[in-house]
């Protein structure tokens, strides 16, 4: 049986608003789902792709983020999508301090390389999806496509857009 292909999302604004520089999302009430990011979920399970989460998330080492925030955001995710009969496969942090270089932390693939393991993914057929340079660093390194969701034009990505929603319709429409 083949392995399956799968879009790789990153969570802090990909799927919902990024906070401000150093700072981090600590409360489910401020936790807000980016407009269509749902929908640019729902159009890449219609596609054929498994959804999954990969995201650095470092303030859980600095005692800044509760591990069960983290828990409580899977489930804001998985029933925003819920009405659409779509799932999120699986949640995967990193969450260690920079200085501990670790192999999980994007830009390094670790973290890709894991889910790929874990859910039987094809990593030369998906993609990583993110906001920074890390996440189309840690897609590359791990064999993926990338798409960059941002206007920066420094980042270097195979597909650029303004949104998750956007990012899917290239994609599927690049199938």
Known sequence: MSKRRAAILDRDGTLNERPAEQRYVTRIEDFRV?????????????????????????????????????RAAEEVLQHELMAYSVRIEGFYYCTHEVEENCDCRKPKPGLLFRVARDLDLDLSRSWMIGDSQSDIEAGRAAGCSTAYLGTDGSVSADLAARSLLEAAELICASD
């Open 34 to 70: 980016l407009a269509d990011a749902v929908d640019g979920m729902r159009r890449l399970t219609e596609c054929g792709y498994v959804l999954v989460v990969a995201s650095n998330q470092r303030g859980v080492a600095r005692g800044l983020v509760e591990p069960e925030f983290l």
